[in-house]
Nanobody, 124 residues
């Protein structure tokens, strides 16, 4: 099991940028498949991006491809999500998730451990 704490959310205008971080503790970070998910009010939680910290296999959802970048720093036990050219439809609660097994493409039901989330609000 791994404990996850997200940070970096906030309110920005459309076109702006944010960098989310997810600090992991409790187990070996470099042995996990990590993902970023988001959930808007009234909608299901959806995958944004994922990365296998062992192989760096990356998934980026089509809705954010070219604007968002996922990365990780095993030495710092930290997962990142760089979000550029933000749009109002990117608004939601963003969650970090981890699982020792790789599920590609990522689905929320396949991740065992979750952070508490960080809110991202993009205004016009």
């Amino acid at each position: 099991q791994v404990q996850l704490v997200e940070s970096g959310g906030g309110s920005v205008q459309a076109g702006g940028s944010l960098r989310l971080s997810c600090l992991a503790s409790g187990n070996t970070f470099s042995s996990y498949y990590m993902g970023w998910f988001r959930q808007a009010p009234g909608k299901e939680r959806e995958a944004v991006a994922s990365i296998d910290t062992r192989t760096s296999l990356i998934y980026i959802d089509g809705s954010v491809r070219g604007r968002f970048t996922i990365s990780h720093d095993n030495a710092k036990n930290t997962l990142y999500l760089q979000m550029n050219s933000l749009k109002p439809e990117d608004t939601g609660m963003y969650y970090c998730a981890a699982d020792p097994r790789v599920h590609y493409p990522p689905e929320a039901g396949n991740f065992a451990d979750w952070g508490q989330g960080t809110q991202v609000t993009v205004s016009t």
